[in-house]
């Protein structure tokens, strides 16, 4: 063993590294199929805007040049959009970047970071990677009647004490799909304590509508300590491009900056996500096309009697009710991507992305083939 690799913060080396979903080309190689469908990692299948393909190719002249480092037109669009200032507004590499800052910043040995079970892998990589405690505060279980596998937010406020710097919190949730109402969410802040930063991860923010979801934005001026993070991944259609933002107040945002790797997101990533946010009517297609397919989709596994998580996001998670492993693998020899939740302590769930119709009924084509 090369012994410097001893070295390595033990946070690290223990670490078990994030699996994404399985790309089209991977398949392709191990099983020499040219017909796949992926339907592993939540992207919106209808891609992006037309607006965004012309802004990515007038960009192409300036490939030579760095990107703007402060990526002033992007920043003026998102604060108009949301009635802040651009100090407010901390941009990175996709919403991964963003949550690696929080944790550079603000966690570290000493200190502890709280999250649901069931919530996006990536707090605990980055919280263990930052040499964080780990609190884990239970979920709701699936025999809760309002939101199984949601996040407990009693429970989560239990987890704080002197130590936690940062709570995480997804809303909508991430694999399960799963959201927390505005009363909830304000009856938590308001026991959170004010040297504690709560970061509210809104990935899935454009595909919901229930009157009871709350805007995060909305509350950062009645709570300092919060941060709100977006992405262009999933309703914007730009996951190939990788651009997140949060929004904080100025000094938190100040600190993220300090340690924000210049020149991100690049420059076709910058004019991508402008083209994007202008481009309102292609993110309203692509919310009515998975309103209607996520309720199809929902009916089929349930008629199929697959017991489903009620989700308000681009997704539909569900009880394989064998080990989803297997379940996974036989999809994949029918060239059909899904994701196997076992990571997440979830070892008979599949969670399948909401695709177009012809994608979807490919998905409910080889389930019935693997399930006979």
Not at 20 to 25: A, M, R
Not at 62 to 77: H, T
């Amino acid at each position: 063993m090369v012994e410097f690799v001893d070295h390595a913060v033990a946070g690290v080396r223990s670490l078990k590294p994030y699996e994404p979903g399985k790309p089209i080309s991977e398949l392709k190689r191990e099983l020499g199929l040219d017909d796949i469908v992926k339907l592993a990692s939540n992207e919106n299948p209808m891609g992006p805007s037309p607006r965004v393909r012309e802004a990515i190719q007038a960009g192409l002249e300036d490939l030579a040049l760095y990107p703007d480092g402060n990526a002033f037109e992007l920043k003026r669009v998102l604060a108009e959009r949301h009635g802040v200032t651009p100090d407010k507004i901390t941009l990175g590499t996709g919403s991964d970047h963003i949550l690696e800052m929080i944790a550079r910043v603000f966690l570290g040995e000493g200190r502890s970071a709280v999250f649901s079970r069931y919530g996006f892998a990536i707090y605990a990589i980055v919280s263990q990677a930052a040499g964080a405690e780990l609190r884990v505060a239970e979920a709701h279980g699936p025999d809760h009647p309002e939101m199984p596998y949601g996040h407990d937010l009693d429970a989560m406020a239990e987890r704080i004490d002197d130590s936690t710097r940062v709570v995480f919190i997804a809303n909508p949730n991430n694999p399960t799909g799963t959201w927390v109402d505005e009363e909830s969410l304000i009856r938590f802040m308001d026991r959170v304590p004010a040297e504690t930063l709560v970061l509210l991860d809104e990935a899935y923010f454009e595909y919901v509508e229930e009157k009871a979801y709350p805007d995060g934005a909305a509350l950062l001026a009645r709570y300092p300590n919060l941060v709100v993070m977006r992405t262009f991944s999933k309703a914007f259609g730009l996951a190939g491009v990788r651009v997140g933002y949060a929004l904080a107040n100025r000094e938190v945002t100040d600190l993220l900056n300090r340690v924000r790797l210049a020149f991100h997101p690049n420059s076709l990533a910058q004019v991508a996500a402008v083209a994007a946010l202008e481009d309102t009517d292609h993110v309203a297609r692509s919310i009515a096309l998975n309103r209607e397919e996520r309720e199809k989709m929902a009916e089929g596994l349930s008629r199929r009697g697959f017991d489903i998580i009620p989700s308000v996001c681009n997704f539909v998670t569900f009880d394989s009710k064998r080990p989803a492993r297997e379940v996974f693998q036989a999809l994949l020899e029918q060239g059909v991507i899904v994701r196997p939740l076992d990571g997440y302590g979830m070892p008979q769930h599949l969670r399948v992305t909401v695709g177009l119709p012809e994608e979807n009924q490919r998905f409910f084509e080889a389930l019935d083939r693997v399930s006979a």
